[in-house]
Structures are given as structure tokens and as C-alpha cells.
């Protein structure tokens, strides 16, 4: 059975860099047409897709987060990894990583465009 789980720290400093890991099990990361994702979910921004690193590699990223996301992937240990550099307090959120459907995820997140979730890890950023 597919399962994604999520690790990392759940507290990071302003201007530190928030690196989080999803380790997936049941499927291969290079599987044809998936599209490993990282979302975000707080009050004020709702579910906010963030970026994915596809199959082939490829990656893609939120316009309002691409200049500081950056998101690798590991195919000998299948899992993929986010990092978001210069975090100040809004970056706090439960972060999910996400199997995706398509290459043009919505930046408001459908539900629909997603089959498969981990449980999500809060991250908050605080000094």
C-alpha cells in the first residue's frame, strides 16, 4: 500500500531554512505521471500548493515562493525533500507532502488534483 510520512523539525528560526522530508513507501518516486508535492495548509492562507518535484525530475514551484523553494528528490531512498530558505512567521502551517495528478496543480489546492496524502507535520517559526 502507498503510504507518504512526513519528517523534519517542527520549530525553525526567522531567517533559517525550513527542510522537511517525505519518505514514500508502496510506489516508486519515478513512477510514470506522478508528481510528488508539498502543500501547506494555515488560517489566514488556507491550502497553499508550495511545489513538486514530477517523475521525470522536473520541478515546479509556487510563483510566490519560488525564489526561496527549492524541492530534490532522492531515488535511491525514495524520498523528496523541501527546503524554504529566510522563513519569517508566516511560513508557519501544517505541511503535507502529496501525490499529484497532473503537471498544473491549482496554487489554491483541489483536492481532487491529489490521490494519496501524509499525515502532515506542523512546522511553526518562531524565535
Known amino acids: 500500500q502507498v503510504q507518504l510520512q512526513e519528517s523534519g523539525p517542527g520549530l525553525v528560526k526567522p531567517s533559517q531554512t525550513l527542510s522537511l522530508t517525505c519518505t514514500v513507501s508502496?510506489?516508486?518516486?519515478?513512477?510514470?505521471?506522478?508528481?510528488w508535492s508539498w502543500i501547506r495548509q494555515s488560517p489566514g492562507k488556507g491550502q497553499e500548493f508550495v511545489g513538486y518535484?514530477?517523475?521525470?525530475?522536473?520541478?515546479y514551484y509556487s510563483p510566490s515562493l519560488q525564489s526561496r523553494t527549492s524541492i530534490s528528490r532522492d531515488t535511491s531512498k525514495n524520498q523528496f525533500t523541501l527546503q524554504l530558505s529566510s522563513v519569517t512567521p508566516e511560513a508557519t502551517a501544517v505541511y503535507y507532502c502529496?501525490?499529484?495528478?497532473?503537471?498544473?496543480?491549482?496554487?489554491?489546492?483541489?483536492?481532487?488534483?491529489?490521490?494519496?496524502w501524509g499525515q502532515g507535520t506542523q512546522v511553526t517559526v518562531t524565535s
Open positions: 502529496a501525490r499529484g495528478l497532473g503537471p498544473f496543480p491549482s496554487l489554491v489546492v483541489v483536492s481532487s488534483e491529489y490521490d494519496m
Open positions: 518535484v514530477g517523475y521525470t525530475g522536473s520541478t
Open positions: 508502496g510506489v516508486s518516486i519515478t513512477s510514470f505521471a506522478y508528481y
